[in-house]
C-alpha cells in the first residue's frame, strides 16, 4: 500500500506519469486524486453536441450512426474514414486517415468516448483523429465493474492523456492507496453527513450515482473552504495575541495640521473609514485592515492621514507600491500634499515629527542610483525618514527601520501573504497593517469573503469626479470607429487635453511575447505616421530604466506629451487630470477588472473621460461579451464579481492570482459564500479550543503543507 505523498511515478511509471506532470504538474498520488472530474456521462445519455465550439478540446459520449472509408490521393492509395456520430438530435463526424480498420471497430450503432479538439471544415464541426473508447460489456472485470456503474467520469485532459487514461491511473492509485488519515475532524464529517476522505475519493472519482459524486464534491468543497479558513482562524488568534505599541491620535501634530490645510472637504466614506483606522491604530495589538474602494475614490488620502498619525506618535510608515512607475507616483503626490510639512524631497535634513514640524518623505527603489538608495536606507534604519515609500526593495532583508509603526501595502492583488508577512515579521513589535485596493479582483475577493483582514469599503467618489464613458470599437466589423476614435484624440489634443493608449505587448524584439496582438513600438510608429502625425507622443514600459520612466511620466504629468503609448504600467495609481481619453488596443486581451482599473487613469479633472475599447473579437463571443459587460457599468465591484465568475480563482494564499494548481479547485468564491461562512465559524470554534491544533493531526498536516507550498512558491519566485 502507498499513502498520498508517494512520488506518482513509483505507482503509473515514468511513461505515464510525464505526460500527467507535464500537463497538470503532478507529482505525487494526492495531486492526481484531486485532479477531481469536471462532469459525469451516464450511460445511455448522450452528450449535447449542439454545444460544442471550435478550439474545444472535448471528451464525448455518443452512437455511432455511420461508418464510411473514401479512397485519396495519386491512384487511390490513401485513405480516409468518416465516422458520423450522433446525440440523437445532432450530428459530429471523426475523421481519420489511413485508419481503414476502423470500419470494423467503430460498428454502427455503437457506443463510445471521443476526445479532441473541435475544428471546422466545410461549415461543419469535426474531430480530427480523435481518441476513441468503445464502451461495451467486456469479459475485463475492471470494465465490467465501471459500466456496472453506469457513470463515467469525466477529467480535464489532453491529447496525450485523454479523460478515460486518466480514469485507469486514479483507478489504480484507488486500489493502491491505504488509509488515509482526514483534515476533517470526525464531529464536524459526521454533523454533515460527509464520507470519510477515503470514501469521498472514491465516490468522486468510482460513484456508483449521481448522489455518490454529489455527495463527495460536497464534502470536498467544504474542506477547501475548512482547511483555509482555519489558516486565518490563527492568524487571528494570533494577533490577538500579539503585541503592538499604540498609536493614538496626537493633539496639534501633523496630522491635524495636514487635515487644516487641505483644499477640499473629505467625503463622508473617507471620515468614517478614517475614523475606523484612527481607532485601530490606538489598539495595542496591529491592526489588519483591507481597504478596498473604486477607482478614484480617496485611498490615498485616508492611507496618509493613518501614516501621519503613526509619525506623529513617533513612529515609522511604509508604503509599499507594485510598480517603480506606482511607487514614483505616490512619492510626488504625497510630497505635493503635504507641502511644507515633508522636508527633504530628495535629500536635507530634519528628524521624523521634529521640531520644525515636518517630517521627511524618502523613496526606496530597486533601480535608484547607489547614492540615493544609500540615503534612503540611512534614513530608514535611522529614523530619520518618517515615511518611506517603495516597491519589493522595502521587502529585502537588508532594509531596516528603526521602529516601523505602520505598512501600507497598495494594490494588494499583487502581493500575496507571504510577502506581506516578510516586511512585518522583521519588526521587533509587530507594526500595524493597512491594505488598499481598487476593484477588487479575484483572489482579493477571494480573501476578503474568507476573513483575513477587517474590511471597509470607499463607495463615495469625491465631489466634482468626472464620469467616464466606455465604448467598445469592434474594428473587424466597424473599422471606421476606430478612424473616429483617432480623430476624438486629436480634438482632445487640440483643446489642450492629453491622451493614452495602452497595448498589451512592448514588442522589442522579447522573445517572451506572442505575436498575435499589436506592440507598443508597432502602434506608436503607425500612429507618429499616420493618425496622430504632428502630436507629441511618448512610450512608457516596465522595460525601461527607473530614470526614463520617471522622465517621462514627470513630462507627461507637465503636459510636455500628448499621448503617452504604454502597457499596463499605468494600470494603477498615475494620476494626470488633464487626461481625458484612453484607447485600449486588443481589449479583449485584458481582464474586466483590469480594464476598469485603466480607465480609471482618465476623468480625473474638471472633464469627463472616454475610454475606447478596441477589440477584433466577433460579436456574441466570451470575450466580446466581457468587453460590453465593462462598457455597460461603472461599478467595479460588479464587475469584480463578474470577473471572478468568468476567470479562474487565484490561489488565496500566495500571489499568483491564478494557475492550474489553484488552491480551491470545487470552491467557488462568489457562490460558495454559505460554505465559507460555515466552515468559517466552524474553524473558528476548533482554533479557539485548540490553537494548535494538536488534537487534530490530520488538519494540522494539511494548514502546514497548504502553508508550506505557497511559501515555497513565494522564496522560488524572490
Known amino acids: ?111 463510445g468516448l471521443a476526445a479532441g479538439v473541435v475544428s471546422e471544415f466545410n461549415r461543419k464541426l469535426q474531430l480530427t483523429h480523435p481518441d476513441w473508447e468503445p464502451i461495451r460489456v467486456s469479459d475485463d472485470p475492471i470494465e465490467s465493474s465501471r459500466l456496472s456503474r453506469g457513470v463515467i467520469p469525466l477529467y480535464r485532459a489532453t491529447a496525450k492523456m485523454p479523460s478515460w487514461k486518466i480514469e485507469q491511473c486514479v483507478g489504480l492509485c484507488l ?147 507594485p510598480t517603480e512607475v506606482l511607487a514614483a507616483q505616490h512619492f510626488r503626490a504625497i510630497t505635493a500634499m503635504l507641502g511644507d510639512l515633508a522636508l527633504g524631497v530628495l535629500g536635507g535634513a530634519g528628524m521624523l515629527g521634529g521640531t520644525d514640524g515636518a517630517t521627511r518623505v524618502r523613496l526606496l527603489t530597486g533601480s535608484q542610483g547607489a547614492k540615493a538608495r544609500k540615503e534612503s536606507l540611512l534614513d530608514a534604519a535611522s529614523g530619520e525618514a518618517g515615511i518611506v515609500i ?140 499616420g493618425a496622430l502625425h504632428g502630436l507629441r507622443l511618448g512610450s512608457l514600459h516596465g522595460r525601461m530604466g527607473a530614470d526614463d520612466k520617471d522622465a517621462t511620466m514627470n513630462a507627461f504629468a507637465r503636459g510636455e506629451i500628448d499621448v503617452l503609448v504604454a502597457t499596463t504600467v499605468v494600470e494603477v495609481g498615475v494620476d494626470v487630470p488633464n487626461a481625458t481619453v484612453m484607447v485600449v488596443m486588443d481589449a479583449d486581451r485584458f481582464g474586466m477588472s483590469q480594464l476598469h482599473q485603466l480607465r480609471g487613469r482618465v476623468g480625473r479633472g474638471s472633464e469627463a473621460g472616454l475610454c475606447l475599447l478596441v477589440t477584433l473579437t466577433e460579436d456574441g463571443s466570451p470575450a466580446r461579451e466581457r468587453l460590453d459587460a465593462v462598457a455597460s457599468t461603472s461599478d467595479g465591484f460588479e464587475l469584480s464579481r463578474l470577473d471572478v465568475e468568468l476567470r479562474r480563482e487565484g490561489d488565496v494564499l500566495g500571489a499568483r492570482q491564478s494557475g492550474v494548481r489553484s488552491s480551491l479547485r470545487l470552491l467557488s468564491v462568489v457562490k460558495d459564500g454559505d460554505v465559507i461562512e460555515e466552515a468559517r465559524r466552524v474553524a473558528d470554534a476548533i482554533v479557539s479550543a485548540d490553537p494548535t491544533l494538536a488534537s487534530h493531526p490530520a488538519l494540522a498536516s494539511a494548514v502546514h503543507e497548504l502553508e508550506h507550498s505557497e511559501r515555497a512558491d513565494y522564496l522560488e519566485r524572490t
Do not use: C
Open 1 to 111: 500500500m502507498v499513502d498520498p505523498s508517494t512520488k506518482l511515478v513509483n505507482v503509473l511509471g515514468d511513461k505515464t506519469t510525464k505526460p500527467l506532470t507535464k500537463a497538470f504538474d503532478m507529482l505525487v498520488v494526492e495531486d492526481l486524486l484531486r485532479h477531481y472530474p469536471r462532469r459525469y456521462a451516464e450511460l445511455g445519455k448522450l452528450t449535447d453536441l449542439s454545444g460544442l465550439e471550435a478550439g474545444q478540446h472535448v471528451t464525448i459520449m455518443a452512437r455511432v450512426a455511420s461508418v464510411k472509408n473514401y479512397s485519396f490521393g495519386p491512384g487511390g492509395r490513401r485513405t480516409r474514414t468518416e465516422v458520423v456520430v450522433t446525440d440523437g438530435t445532432g450530428q459530429l463526424t471523426l475523421t481519420f486517415f489511413q485508419q481503414g480498420w476502423r470500419l470494423k471497430s467503430m460498428e454502427e450503432g455503437s457506443l
Open 175 to 321: 486500489d493502491a492507496v491505504g488509509a488515509l488519515d482526514d483534515p476533517l475532524p470526525d464531529e464536524v464529517r459526521s454533523a454533515r453527513g460527509f464520507y470519510d476522505l477515503s470514501g469521498s475519493f472514491e465516490a468522486i472519482h468510482r460513484p456508483r450515482n449521481a448522489k455518490d459524486w454529489q455527495g463527495a464534491r460536497d464534502r470536498f468543497r467544504f474542506e477547501e473552504a475548512f482547511v483555509v479558513q482555519t489558516i486565518f482562524a490563527q492568524r487571528r488568534t494570533a494577533l490577538e495575541h500579539e503585541r503592538a505599541t499604540p498609536r493614538p491620535l496626537t493633539k496639534g501634530g501633523l496630522r491635524e495640521r495636514f487635515e487644516r490645510q487641505l483644499p477640499f472637504e473629505l467625503t463622508a466614506g473617507q471620515e468614517s473609514v478614517g475614523a475606523e483606522v484612527a481607532a485601530d491604530l490606538a489598539l495595542t495589538h496591529p491592526m489588519h485592515r483591507l481597504l478596498q474602494g473604486e477607482v478614484g475614490s480617496g485611498k490615498t488620502i485616508v492611507a496618509l492621514l493613518a501614516m501621519l498619525q503613526v509619525v506623529d506618535a513617533g513612529a515609522q510608515a511604509a508604503l509599499l507600491a
Open 390 to 529: 517603495g516597491t519589493h526593495a522595502l521587502i529585502q532583508d537588508h532594509v531596516q527601520f528603526a521602529e516601523l509603526g505602520l505598512l501600507v501595502v497598495d494594490e494588494q492583488h499583487r502581493f500575496g501573504v507571504e510577502q506581506r508577512a516578510a516586511l512585518v515579521d522583521r519588526a521587533e513589535v509587530a507594526p500595524h497593517v493597512l491594505v488598499m485596493t481598487a476593484t477588487p479582483i479575484p483572489r482579493t475577493i477571494a480573501m476578503s469573503v474568507f476573513g483575513d483582514l477587517e474590511v471597509s469599503t470607499l463607495r463615495e467618489l469625491p465631489a466634482g469626479r468626472q464620469p467616464i464613458q466606455t465604448t467598445v470599437v469592434p474594428y473587424a466589423q466597424r473599422p471606421t470607429w476606430l478612424e473616429r476614435g483617432w480623430q476624438r484624440v486629436r480634438e482632445e489634443v487640440g483643446r489642450g487635453r492629453q491622451a493614452y493608449v495602452v497595448v498589451s505587448r512592448i514588442g522589442d524584439g522579447d522573445d517572451g511575447e506572442t505575436k498575435e496582438t499589436t506592440s507598443l513600438v508597432e502602434v506608436r510608429e503607425e500612429l507618429e505616421g
